[in-house]
């Protein structure tokens, strides 16, 4: 037993002791990027995803073997998980990749407390779940549009069956040969399939099969990829938090900028050799308004402004140029082309009223098409922030014709009521309302979101179609909800808009192609004649003939109206001084892992 005076001697020691002892420095400050979504996610199960901002966390998550460099202009594939560019057959219908070894799943109870290394055939499975009715992949559509051998038929035995899908039964289309390369064999010359498929994280990235089978139905909310962030917290709806992957192989910064890019080039010099990724965390917040989310960062509570809102474009960038009292912050601009199609209207071609391809149903679509005040949208609703659309298919992608000019972006009135008249469409009970050719009413019904943006496009719509007398109601509710009633075929009409996720026309394409219903046709158009060229030019090598081709089909969507079409959008991307390394890449979502975020300036700078 120690005396209580010689306690009392030790206790002074040891605080002398420390006070003497030199202070440890203090720990660095973690590394966040803080922004926001103005959609609400759906969740994180790649197979089971459509919306963008889904899968731009997916993509964070999930590896595939190919990727995009983040700087380089025109666009370069090059590989990520894979150790070199697939090889591929001179009849572009086999494509075999081969993985580095050593790269590692993050840590997951699933796992059972060892390391799980990425192989071959977690690509196999992951692929063959999208195959898997049990998941519903929106995403299927690309893989059957390629062909893969025996996999349609594989899906079809199990549907007639109804028992599970056999994720051990091999098949010709898509094997592993070792433990570190796959093969896909294609029924059809695909050309750009390793562009198409390969390159995806968001929807293509692998996963272990274990994973998905601990958690199920809940998968969703258990993302576990190789990339480099994992998911840290998830509020519904609310907050996703994204932190770095203790395991995740070591990378290095090594993207190539183009040479008559000085702000690339110097963004490519100050990151080389820096370990990816230098956040610590991503924090996304859901800020469906934008004047809150505007505020948002304006009050540096989000160091990172995605998109910014087309109404604040004349403070923020008046003739698109930083405002001086932005300047002045340190705050960065960044703009560049979105790669995407506007959709201000798609009509359901299954539904009896806007749908079909006789000349009168034709006649009625061009005629809402022509009353709709495209105009006025972009100069209103996108103060100028986009280019009117002529075609679906966006700048900036193979196929993109800058001389061609069509009717998809006219506002003419007086056209649409000819169009109206002469196919019947007239007031026929004196309501002051059109009716159908039959003498029934014509209603159209147009879903929409309670956003600030979508109640301008609503105005925008009303008033363009009371101007011809047709009466259109609209039917709110939450975008993920729309999503999925859209994919079920139950809307008549709804406004989205489609990225695209690689720097090809057959992108925008595929949202008319018959078999993709359901997925990247919601409009769920099916025309034979269309459907003929679409496969004709996948089949095809680049070239003036599949040019040629891609012409015809854009026609087509044109003439028969599936979609309206209104614009192709510009970004303006804002950060504050204190993120390094940002330049959007439209085909890379997961931006984050090239960013760094000084944080000694960030403290100067928001110190109260």
Known sequence: MIRRGAAWLLALLAFLASAAAPAQPAAPAPKVLRYAFPVAETGFDPVQLSDLYSRTVTAGIFETPLTFDYLARPIRMKPNTAAALP?????????????????????????????RELVAQDYVYTLKRHYDPQWKSPNLYLLENAKLLGL???????????????????????????????????????????????????????????????????????PVGTGPFRL?????????????????RELRYDEEAPADDPRSQAIARAMKGKRIPMLDRVEISIIEETQP????????????????????????????????????????????????AVIAGF???????????????????????????????????RKN??????????????????TVKTEMSDYDPDRARALLDTYGYVDRDGDGWRDLPDGSPLLIEYSTQPDQLSRQLVELWDKSMRAVNIRMVFRTAKWPENLKASRAGKLMMWGVAWSATTPDADTFLALAYGPNKGGANH??????????????????????????????ASKLMVAYLPYKISAHRIATDLMHPWVLGYRRNPFIREFWKFLDIDTALEQARTAP
């Open 87 to 115: 090889e591929i057959s001179d009849d572009f219908k086999t494509f075999t990749f081969r993985l580095k070894p050593g790269t590692y799943f993050q840590d997951d109870p699933a796992f059972k407390g060892r390391r």
């Open 152 to 222: 349609s038929e594989l899906r079809q035995q199990v549907i007639a069956s109804k028992q599970p899908f056999p994720y051990d039964r091999e098949v010709d289309g898509l094997r592993a040969l070792d433990r570190y390369t796959f093969q896909v064999k294609l029924a059809e010359p695909s050309p750009r399939f390793h562009q198409q498929i390969m390159t995806d994280a968001g929807a293509f990235g692998a996963m272990a099969r274990e994973v998905v089978e601990s958690y199920g139905t809940a998968i969703m909310a258990h």
């Open 232 to 248: 840290a917290d998830w509020r519904r709806s609310s907050l996703i938090v994204l932190e770095r992957n203790p395991g995740f």
């Open 293 to 340: 989310r505007w505020l948002s960062f304006l009050n540096r509570q989000s160091d990172f402004l995605d998109r910014l809102p087309a109404e604040f474009s004349g403070i923020a960038i008046p003739r698109n140029r930083l405002a001086p009292n932005l300047a002045k912050q340190g705050i960065q601009m960044d703009q560049a082309p979105l790669v995407d």
């Open 347 to 381: 009509f359901n071609h299954e539904n009896p009223v806007v749908g079909g391809y006789t000349p009168e149903k034709v006649a009625l679509r061009r005629a809402i098409s022509l009353a709709y005040n495209t105009p006025a949208e972009l100069q209103i609703a």
């Open 385 to 402: 922030q986009a280019i009117p659309a002529q075609t679906a298919i966006a700048p900036a992608v193979y196929g993109y014709d800058p």
């Open 523 to 552: 409009s769920r158009f099916d025309l034979p004649a269309f459907n003929a060229l679409f496969e004709k030019q996948g089949r095809m090598p680049d070239g003036p003939e599949r040019e040629a081709v891609l012409r015809e």
